[in-house]
Structures are given as C-alpha cells and as structure tokens.
C-alpha cells in the first residue's frame, strides 16, 4: 500500500491543509494550555505518554511544538510540530535568534538560556510577552 503525498499549495494556511503535511497533531492536554504555549509529553500520564501534553515547565526542557489552540486538562489540543509557528516569548527576541524553553516562566519561549535546547529561530522580532513567529527545529 503506498502513501499518497499531497501536493504543496503556497496557500495552506488554514488547519485541515497544514493537516495534510502532518505539521499539526492532535494531543490531550495534561492540564490548562494557553494558544502559543511550547508544551511537552506528559511523562506522569505512563503508557499515554505519548497522546497528552502539558505546558512545557521552566528549565531545560525540549518542546515537542506549539499550541494553536487553548485547552483545559482532558481536552483536545492543535499542537503544531514543524514549520513556522506563532510563539509566546518571555523577552524581547530578534529575527534570527535561537529560541528555548523559558528558564524563569513556564509555558514561554526565551532567548539565551543558558545549558537549554533550542526549539526554533524567531522569524521576525518581538516585544517582552508578545507572539512572534518561530521556525520550530524537528524533535525526532
């Protein structure tokens, strides 16, 4: 059986086509997510690991992506893996700056953390707490 891969439409903005790409999954969140948070699995949840996210907590974490939508423990939740996404940064952030998991703020992005993983590279600049976007760096 093969795989049909869709053809790239420059205009696949929208979530059922980014959907086609398999850029945008579908998770459980773990808890309260806010839009533009970088979550993570859930390692509390055992074998449901791998289906339910939670706000990625301060410190050296990795995100697995970003939320494209809010949602409250139990609910389902638009987590952008690859691509460009709309990211919450903690501090003020140049285009073409590594970005990384907040050290001091959960559920925020940062710029030079030290010992972090980066999650991507803004695109564009930002203010201290605004959306900007991000290129976010493959996790597998």
Not at 74 to 82: H, T
Request: hydrophobic letters at 50%.
């Amino acid at each position: 059986m093969s795989k049909i891969i869709p053809k790239f439409t420059p205009d696949a903005t929208d979530f059922e086509s980014q959907e086609r790409f398999e850029s945008i999954l579908t998770f459980v969140a773990a808890g309260t997510i806010a839009v533009g948070a970088p979550v993570i699995f859930d390692d509390t949840a055992g074998y449901a690991a791998t289906s339910t996210v939670i706000v990625a907590p301060t410190g050296g974490y990795y995100a697995v992506g970003i939320a494209l939508t809010g949602a409250d423990a139990g609910e389902p939740i638009q987590v952008q893996v690859r691509g460009v996404a709309p990211a919450e940064v903690i501090a003020g952030v140049n285009a073409g700056e590594p970005v990384f998991v907040d050290s001091g703020t959960a559920g925020s992005l940062g710029v030079g953390v030290a010992g972090a993983v980066t999650v991507g590279v803004a695109i564009e600049g930002s203010g201290a707490g605004g959306i900007t976007s991000v290129l976010l760096l493959p996790f597998i």
